[in-house]
């Protein structure tokens, strides 16, 4: 069945450093989510991405839906302690509208 | 505040136990889900519910039940809690099941069973 694969699993940074992570799938996507989520909360929707090559921006975050459509990538500038968390891509299932998440990339920023 | 709310938030049960997670939304949205939280495995999907008086399987079934009660509220059932199912549930909901549009989560329930 079809796999999004994240990296890296895991980042520890200082506090002002840029992040980059990205986020692989087996099939094609038409559709590139991402998402935050905090320690006992669920996730929270950041960025929506939907034509290859796409590059969307909210605030400090950037992503971009990578032009093989097999990938996309998601950067955060200036990191900030509030960044901590767990950030997960997701995408339609092929054949279907249910998402499929990532394994996830854990994000912690020290101060 | 508009959203999903979950309850309960923890809960531990013993192995053979039943139990019901309960899921409501106030978004008018159409669309319910329940995933589950393992660590390293992402969120996978259980059951979903393309709107009120439909439901259908999701990635990893076995061993569970739902109920779309009616537009708001979607329940998960363990008829016979195991172990295995010691995870954190998440309940989403959508406007429809239809490719770009993002879920909404509730802040999860964190089950334990023993």
């Known amino acids: 069945g079809q796999q999004l694969n994240q990296s890296p699993q895991s980042m520890f940074i200082q506090e002002g450093e840029d992040v980059s992570m990205n986020c692989t799938s087996s099939s094609i996507f038409n559709t590139w989510l991402w998402y935050k989520q905090e320690p006992g909360e669920g996730p929270v929707l950041l960025i929506a991405?939907?034509?290859?090559?796409e590059l969307t921006s909210n605030g400090r975050l950037t992503a971009q839906f990578g032009i093989t459509r097999k990938d996309s990538f998601l950067n955060i500038s200036a990191s900030i302690p509030s960044d901590v968390g767990i950030y997960f891509c997701?995408?339609?299932?092929?054949?279907?509208?249910?998402?499929?998440f990532g394994t996830g990339t854990r994000l912690k920023v020290l101060a | 505040n508009a959203g999903v709310t979950q309850t309960p938030k923890f809960q531990v049960l013993k192995t053979g136990q039943s139990m019901t997670l309960q899921c409501a939304q106030d978004?008018?949205?159409?669309?319910m889900y329940w995933y589950r939280q393992d660590p390293g495995m992402g969120l996978r999907l259980i059951y979903y519910s393309a709107s009120e008086g439909t439901t259908d399987k999701g990635e990893v079934p076995n061993g569970y039940n739902v109920s779309r009660l009616n537009k708001r509220e979607f329940s998960l059932r363990l008829e016979s809690a195991a172990p295995s199912q010691t995870s954190v549930y998440f309940c989403a909901s959508s406007e429809a099941l239809r490719t770009g549009v993002g879920y909404t989560f509730g802040s999860g329930t964190r089950l334990t069973v023993v």
């Open positions: 997701a995408g339609p299932h092929s054949g279907t509208y249910k998402y499929i």
């Open positions: 978004m008018n949205h159409n669309s």
């Open positions: 991405l939907y034509k290859a090559g």
